[in-house]
Structures are given as C-alpha cells and as structure tokens.
C-alpha cells in the first residue's frame, strides 16, 4: 500500500522545504535581524564600573531587539584584549562590544603596539553613560577647597603621594592629566584595582587620586575621604553637594569616563542604525536612566550618541590622550 | 551585647523568610554543583550565576550570591580531595593531607571532618562579623604596604613547613612560584615581562591555568602512566564519616585553624589566601609526630578548610563595614549589589540595616545548609571514585577545560594549562611538589607589589620596615618559623638521604 515513491517524494520535498527555510531569510534578512543571542563583550571583569553600566543598558536593549543580549567579559590588558577580540569578530551584528575612554581613547598612547585602531577599526554604535571623574584626598588632606587643594600640590607635590589603579587605567590616565595641568610631578603609587587604592586612601596611607564616581560616592557621603570636584559641566546628582571643577577654579579639567558602543569594522549600517535605535530607547526609558544617575552615570553627552558623534568623540579622545600621556605622568 | 542580639534578631527575621531561605539553599547547592567541575571556582561561579539574580530583590540576591560563593567554595575542597585538583587557592593546602586520605580509602571521612570543620569554622566567624566588624575594620586598616610586604615574608617562611620531602626541593618550587608571578605586565611601569612577545601572558599566568596544569592534567597523566598505581581508589571505601577518634583529633586543629583564618581574612588585599596555609603550617608544628603530615593526617585537612571557611566569611568584613572589596570575589560581590540599585560602603550598615544583618545571618543559615546538603552527598562523592578511571579522565579533563576556559574565556589559556600538564608530570616524576610553587605564585605577585609599594611611599627607606611595629613583629614571626622549620629539617633531610630508593 505504501510504495518507496511517496515516502522519497516526502524526503525530497522535506528536503526542499529545509533548503527554502534556509535560502528563505536571505532577502529580508536585515529586516529580521536580530534573529539570534547577541554577544557584548565587555572588556573588564564582572562588577566594575563598565560592567555595570554595560548590563543595565543591555537589559533594556534585549527587550527592544526581541533578542537576549549576552554580556561576556573578556578582560585583560587595559581592555585592549577584549576589544581586539570583537574588532576580530564577524560583522554581522552579533558580537558587539563596550568599549571605553580607555580602549578607545588613551589605549594608543599607553600601548605603543596596540594590534587595533579606536577610529579605522570600528563603526561606532553610540555612547551609552559617562562617569564623571571626581578629585578625591584623605579625610584630613590640608585643603579645605579645591583652589586650597590645587595650591597646595602645586607647592609640595613632590612630597605627595598620588594612588592609581596602574598603567592605563582610569584612574593612571585621569590624574596623568590632573597632574599635568598642575604641573605636579607626585610620587605616583601603583595598585592591583580601585579597591586597594581606596583602602590606602581612608587609611590615609596616600594623599589623593582621581576615580570614576562610581567607585567613591559611600566613602565621600560617609566622610572617609574628602571630594574636591567632579569634572563635569554641571554637578553629579550623585553627589550634590561637590562642586564642579569650573565652580571650584580649574575648568581646564573636563574628563569622564565614559563608555560607548562599537560594532566590528564592516558591520551593515542597517544593522548599527537598529542597535543604536535600541541603545537610544534605553537610554530614554526613564526606569534605566534612572539606575545609570544613581550610581553616579552621566548621561548629559547626548551628541555621542549618535555613530557619526561617537566617532567625533573617540578621534578627539584619542587625540587628547596622546597629548596628556606624552606630557608627562607616564609611567616612566 | 543586647544591641547584638537585637541586630541578630532583625537579621535571622530578614534571613527566616520563606523566600530568603528558599534561596539561599538553592545558592548553596548551585553552588556545590557548580563549584565541585574541576577549575570552576568561585568567582567563574558567581559571574556565570549572576544574571539569574536579576530578578530578585536586593536582599534575597546577595544572600543567593553569598550561597553560591560559600558552595562553590566548598566545591572546590570536594575535588582537592577527591580527584587532587584545588578548586582555588585556599584548596591547595587540602590537596597535601586531604588526596592522600582518599587514596587510604578514607576520602568520606575526609569530605566528613571537610563539612563539620566549615560549619564550626562558620559559625564562629559569623559571631566574629556580627560583633566585632567596625573595630575589625580599624585595625585592618592599619596594614599599609611595609605591613603586607612583611606577613608575605612569614607566609613564605610557612611555604618551607609544607614540604612533604625534600626542604631544598621545596625551597626550589617557591622560588620558582615567585619567578612565574612576575610574568605579565609590571604593575607600575606597564611594561611587559618575560611574556616572550605572546600576547595570552600580558596578564600573567592565571592561577586557574597553573593549578589546572600542574595539578589536574599533570594528575591524570600520572595516572595513566602504566609504571604507577592508579591514584583515585585502589583500595575499599571504608567509613563514610568520621569516627568518634577522628573527631576528637580534629577539635584541636578546627579551633585553631578557625581563629587563624578569622583573622587572615579580614586583611584587605586578599590575606585570606594565607589562613590554610598557615593553619597547616601550624598543625605539623604542633604535632607530636609531623611526620604522618603529608601522607594522610585528619589534622591537615581539619585544620586548613576550617581556616579556609573562617577567611570566607570574615573576607566580607571589609566589603560591608568599609564598602571596600578585599579580593577577587568580593568586587564582583561589589558589582551584584551595585548592579541591585545597593553601594556598599561604610553607610550601609546603618541606612540598610535589614540587608546588612540578613546577610550575616545568611551567612550562618548558609553554613548549616552546605552541612546539611554535603554530609549526604559525601556517598555519592565517593562512589564517584568507583568510576573505571578509562571513563572518568576525559571528564575530568573535559570539565577542568570547560573550567579554565570560563576564567577568562580564553582558547590560550587552556592550551597552556596542557603544556604546565606536561611540565606537572615531569616535576611529580623527579619528586617535586607542586603545592610549594603555588603559594610561591600567590605570595610572589602581592611581595613584589607590596615591596615597591612600601618603598616609594617610604621614598626608597628600607627601614620603613622593621620602623613600624606591626611589620617589624611580622619579620620577627618570619625568623623565629623559618629558623625552627630549618633546623630540624636538615635533620630530617639527612634521614631521607639513607632511606631513599
């Protein structure tokens, strides 16, 4: 009753159909996308400031695209092995990454064989948050303001003792410019991270450094360690009561550590136009934008946003750095 | 004291809800589960498990994570003893004594006295937290860079005490532990060394990697070599618990190794990894008969996982009072609480004193239930080592890579660990240790930190050192361990040279 025939007719058109739902997508496939788990990967450990922001944001991004984004942290040297890692990936939307002012503004200067280019090897996405960088001493640091604070380091930084988080870091490359603008030349203290810098400063082992907000709101609020400024245009809602480095006399000092979107060189741009139409809708959503400004994110860039303004961004980052890092406070 | 039990009652209140205790079994056995996969140590653990936290409140997360970090660490003692593979740092010390019960056939009595030493271990250093925290944090924040520097040199001069042979070999393998520390990118200059231009070892090595390699793949090697017995079990199982003489033995050990690792543990900058150290180093002094140390002494497992568990619990001192995450784990700690809307730091403890207190009530529900799920699980551990080693090497070796890769998610970084499997095997074949070259590894990187640290905070006084009293005692404790390990030691050492083989 049942031939062979019918059953391979079956296979073959089983076959058919399988090779039509393959073939079939081609077409529209920019109109589908994203249609699998997208990989961000964030070039820093779990937990730290980039992270955070990178999860959060993330989150929302997953629900507008109809799509899980996957946060991977790839960490090492600076952020530089992650992002040269997703500078490496297929451009095809699904791995993108969480670059920073570090990879994609003072890497160049801190690695002189750095294997990637900020500008030539990405399509930027967008900027995603700012944490603004914040002046921080011990509790009993002889400056009672900034204009005290920066006299004073200009008259004995030799007799001080700056912390950061090494070569390369946040911390190294914000002070580098601090010190800079100073004309300060500090006893600069290396450690393993943030964490151990701060615990060197509430003991008062070391006289001051600069950090991501982050990092510093508990100790600041609970009078373990003394705020000068916040380096931004307008205070942090974070910590209200710091006056902005323009408030307090040295608005030269305008830096944060800001964090943006990047997508591998080659990406179709109805691909990173969708990521950034996802990006914006986060950064809009008045729930997320609301965890970013608790922990002290600065979302008040709004140029960067946009791919076109996020690459304005990283060639004048990049250009800054050069020039800071060259100056001097270089590890060397 | 009234003040503390009434703290304690608001926390057992937050820690006893249905929800909150719910999760914190599931925390724990999660992270039995996970942290038991060779090379999965706490931290791969928690950043795997953190998403599925997302959804929970404040509260109820940190207590899940807080379960995880104490299972996955627990895990990793599991296969120290089972299978010779430390989980981590801390489990290092358990391969030595804990290995070698399990080839006697007395590995559920090791995981037993494992089980009962945390518990006791963790109730203690609740007590600890929940007293005595914020003067704690004080006094930890008296160790500056000459202090760290300092405890390194005595924690070096309990590395010698660990040798289970030759103290010249084991003098060998630190120095060799040091010297691979300082791979990588120097930490003040940023220039790379002796990375041979290959870019995976900008970082250095991982701990995992050189654990993994010198431990788990060189183990299995060792055990397929035809020449040698098979290693995991060739003999009965015996007793699953410990006896009434066991316990007895290990009472002594647990108590002190406790109060050792409380203490290590508070210190900022990842002190805890020192406590099981020197709590093993401080029960083969005490011994009547150091020699059974090494070749399957209850003491040397008692001791070091009580201290081991102790470190754990009091490691969260400096992140809840201070705000400020003494190692690895706690920073992601730092990061699941910042990510839950909650900045730990020295406010905390007042402005969310629910959270607060029900996480250090947790921490004591958490020990209860590892006790109550691990005592169980000690028979199905064991019978594991019934599995034909043909089937149950490719799983190790299938498991450990999994492990390494998740660390870093790096291809690199498990080829490397194969080829420290090969150099592992070649140095167990002439008779080395690799526990020694370990702690070198560990102790090396914070030494030569801490040493340049201190020195340019002291603009280059080598003084700085013995100036200031706490390191000063801490270079005293150095030599008086140092000169009592050696001297008997080239006694003892003699003795080997007439009844080597």
Request: a positive charge; charged letters at 15%; proline letters at 7%.
């Amino acid at each position: 009753m049942r031939p062979a025939l019918p059953i391979l007719a079956a296979r073959a058109l089983g076959a058919a159909a399988a090779l039509l739902a393959l073939a079939g997508p081609a077409a529209p496939a920019r109109a589908a996308y994203p249609e699998r788990p997208i990989t961000l990967i964030v070039p820093f450990a779990a937990g730290g400031p980039t992270d955070v922001v990178s999860r959060i944001v993330a989150e929302h991004m997953s629900r507008t695209l109809g799509q899980q984004i996957v946060v991977e942290n790839v960490a090492g040297a600076g952020g530089t092995t992650g992002i040269l890692r997703g500078a490496q990936s297929p451009p095809d939307g699904y791995t993108i990454m969480m670059g920073h002012m570090g990879t994609h503004g003072a890497a160049p200067a801190v690695y002189p064989d750095l294997k990637y280019d900020p500008v030539k090897d990405f399509e930027p996405i967008g900027l995603a948050a700012g944490t603004p960088i914040v002046i921080v001493a011990r509790k009993d640091f002889p400056a009672k303001d900034l204009k005290e604070f920066v006299a004073y380091v200009k008259a004995n930084s030799e007799k001080l003792n700056e912390a950061h988080a090494g070569p390369g870091s946040v911390s190294f490359t914000t002070c580098a410019f601090l010190n800079s603008l100073l004309g300060a030349k500090p006893t600069r203290v290396a450690y393993r991270g943030t964490g151990p810098a701060l615990n060197d400063l509430v003991a008062g082992q070391v006289d001051y450094m600069c950090d991501q907000i982050v990092n510093l709101v508990p100790q600041v609020q609970a009078g373990t360690i003394r705020a000068y400024a916040v380096a931004l245009p307008q205070r942090s809602p974070a910590l209200p009561d710091v006056p902005t480095t323009k408030e307090g006399g040295l608005p030269e000092y305008q830096v944060s550590a800001w964090n943006a979107m990047f997508a591998p060189k080659g990406t179709p741009p109805a691909v990173t136009r969708r990521l950034n139409e996802a990006l914006l809708a986060a950064l809009e959503d008045p729930a997320t934008s609301k965890r970013l400004t608790d922990l002290g994110g600065d979302l008040s860039n709004k140029e960067a946003r946009t791919p076109a303004g996020l690459r304005k961004l990283v060639e004048s980052e990049v250009a800054r750095w050069k020039k800071v890092l060259a100056d001097g406070g270089a590890a060397k | 004291m009234g003040l503390l039990l009434e703290n304690l009652a608001l926390g057992f209140s937050v820690a006893f809800s249905m929800q909150n205790l719910g999760l914190a079994l599931v925390g724990c056995l999660v992270g039995t589960l996970v942290g038991v996969l060779p090379g999965v140590g706490p931290i791969a653990t928690i950043t795997m498990l953190l998403p599925i936290t997302f959804g929970l409140e404040p509260t109820g997360a940190i207590i899940m994570l807080a379960g995880i970090y104490y299972g996955a660490q627990y895990g990793g003692s599991t296969t120290a003893i089972l299978v010779n593979i430390p989980g981590e740092v801390t489990a290092v010390v358990t391969t030595l004594d804990g290995h070698q019960m399990a080839r006697q056939g007395r590995a559920g009595v090791a995981l037993g006295i494992a089980a009962i030493g945390s518990f006791a271990a963790g109730t203690f250093a609740t007590l600890v937290v929940a007293a005595l925290a914020v003067p704690l944090t004080r006094l930890a924040l008296r160790f500056g860079a000459a202090e760290y520097f300092s405890l390194m040199v005595a924690g070096l001069a309990f590395a010698v005490v660990l040798a289970r042979g030759s103290i010249v070999k084991a003098i060998a393998m630190i120095l060799t532990g040091i010297l691979l520390s300082t791979v990588g990118t120097d930490l003040e200059t940023g220039v790379e060394r002796m990375t041979l231009g290959f870019a995976p070892l900008s970082d250095g090595l991982d701990f995992a990697v050189l654990a993994m390699g010198l431990f788990g793949f060189a183990e299995v090697l060792r055990n397929l070599d035809a020449s040698q017995h098979r290693d995991a079990v060739d003999r009965p199982i015996g007793r699953l618990l410990p006896s009434r003489a066991d316990l007895a033995r290990s009472a002594g050990p647990i108590a002190r190794g406790t109060l050792v690792g409380a203490f290590l543990g508070i210190l900022p900058g990842n002190g805890a990894v020192l406590g099981p150290f020197a709590s093993y180093a401080l029960e083969k002094r005490l011994a009547r008969d150091p020699g059974r140390f090494g070749h399957g002494a209850i003491e040397g497992v008692a001791g070091p996982e009580s201290a081991n568990n102790a470190g754990a619990q009091t490691s969260f001192v400096p992140l809840l009072s201070l705000g400020i995450p003494p190692n690895a784990v706690m920073a992601l700690m730092v990061g699941a609480m910042t990510i839950h809307g909650i900045v730990p730091g020295p406010l905390v403890m007042t402005r969310n004193a629910p959270l607060f207190w029900g996480v250090i009530a947790s921490m004591w529900i958490g020990n209860l239930m590892l006790l109550v799920i691990n005592l169980p699980l000690v028979g199905l551990w064991v019978r594991l080592l019934t599995v034909p080693y043909r089937l149950m090497f490719p799983a190790i070796l299938l498991f450990s890579s999994i492990g390494i890769y998740s660390v870093n998610n790096s291809a690199a970084d498990v080829l490397m660990a194969a080829g420290l499997g090969v150099a592992g095997w070649a140095l167990a074949k002439l008779d080395f240790e690799p526990a020694p070259l370990l702690l070198g590894y560990v102790l090396g990187r914070l030494m030569e930190e801490n040493l340049r640290r201190a020195l340019a905070l002291a603009r280059g006084s080598l003084g700085t050192f013995v100036q200031r009293p706490i390191s000063a005692g801490l270079i005293l404790v150095a030599a008086i361990v140092l000169a009592a390990a050696l001297l008997p030691g080239v006694r003892r050492r003699r003795d080997e040279v007439f009844t080597a083989d």
